[in-house]
């Protein structure tokens, strides 16, 4: 029984050993100092154009029934209030795009920008909680410190090399450590 356990010993001392090995010998390529990924200009100008839309059918729906109600009337019908909440949640698909989509993303050596429709959002890659990338979504997801981004499979330009680029960078700051067999359980 003792001969074995030393030859176990033995054996993942070894494996530990060679797995430090390999995370030495396996250099990450170098990231480039600046790296841009944006969605074709007319898909954000689209974008653009729908929300102006939204937010005039809104506007001019919130101002006749003002107009129509209080102004001339001094009234106001609760069909009114069903009707705007009904305008609400015909829009409300529209709003994710708006406020979370990414329309460019740069790649910074201490950080990555991106910049939506509206904002524009500076995360240091320290900040970076978790990245997701499911195949049955057209997003990716990339959860930040300040905020959540959805970043578009179809209209970045070359996405893969942006989600391996960022999937690299969260490998070097989450750094597993060598399995250690050898302290038994905690």
Not at 57 to 67: E, H, K
Not at 150 to 167: C, G, H, M, P
Request: proline share 6%; aromatic share 12%; with cysteine.
């Amino acid at each position: 029984m003792v001969q074995w356990l030393l030859q176990n010993t033995e054996r993942m001392a070894k494996k530990k050993k060679e797995y430090k090995d390999l995370k030495v010998n396996q250099a990450p390529e170098p990231i480039p100092a600046k790296t841009q990924f944006k969605r074709a200009r007319w898909k954000h100008f689209m974008r653009v154009f729908i929300f102006g839309v939204v937010l005039a059918l809104i506007g001019l729906f919130i101002w006749t029934a003002y107009y129509t109600h209080v102004l001339l009337h001094q009234g106001f019908h609760p069909k009114e209030a069903l009707a705007l909440f009904l305008v609400l949640c015909v829009c409300a698909p529209v709003l994710p795009s708006v406020l979370m989509e990414a329309d460019s993303v740069s790649i910074e050596p201490g950080a990555i920008v991106i910049k939506t429709l509206l904002f524009k959002y500076r995360e240091s890659w320290e900040d970076i909680k978790s990245f997701a990338n499911p195949i049955y979504l057209k997003f990716s997801i990339l959860k930040g410190k300040k905020f959540v981004y959805l970043l578009n499979k179809r209209d970045l330009s070359d996405y893969d090399q942006l989600v391996a680029t960022i999937e690299e960078k969260a490998v070097q700051l989450k750094q597993p450590e060598a399995p250690n067999s050898l302290d038994g359980p905690k």
